[in-house]
Nanobody, 122 residues
Framework: VQLQAFGGGLVQAGGSLRLSCAAS????????MGWFRQAPGKDREFVAR????????YYADSVKGRFTISRDSAKNTVFLQMNSLKPEDTAVYYC????????????????WGRGTLVTVSS
């Protein structure tokens, strides 16, 4: 499984960005796709996840109501729409995948893409 995340950049507080994660390498019908982030000096943390099976979603409290995770099955791509960005959202964002388990734990995820940096200026 290969995951490639892109779409990061520099944005002012209050602005928006959309991250994309292109997946390839196998059938993802039972997979759960997650977004995580890691700020400088901090541990990697869960942001959001989506089930490939039924598109059910789950969000970290810190992003609920501001971020939206979605998927395009035809393109094997997962998106993270980030609105009302805050300086504390600054981090490297990673997409990850796990087969069948609805999890928020970093160590449960089997496959990881390279991160994409999001910087939110105040």
């Amino acid at each position: 499984v290969q995951l490639q995340a892109f779409g990061g950049g520099l944005v002012q507080a209050g602005g928006s960005l959309r991250l994309s994660c292109a997946a390839s390498g196998r059938t993802f019908s039972r997979f759960v796709m997650g977004w995580f982030r890691q700020a400088p000096g901090k541990d990697r943390e869960f942001v959001a996840r989506i089930s490939w099976t039924d598109s059910s979603t789950y969000y970290a409290d810190s992003v609920k109501g501001r971020f939206t995770i979605s998927r395009d099955s035809a393109k094997n791509t997962v998106f993270l729409q980030m609105n009302s960005l805050k300086p504390e959202d600054t981090a490297v964002y990673y997409c990850a995948a796990i087969n069948g388990l609805q999890s928020r734990r970093v160590h449960d995820y089997e496959y990881w893409g390279r991160g994409t940096l999001v910087t939110v200026s105040s």
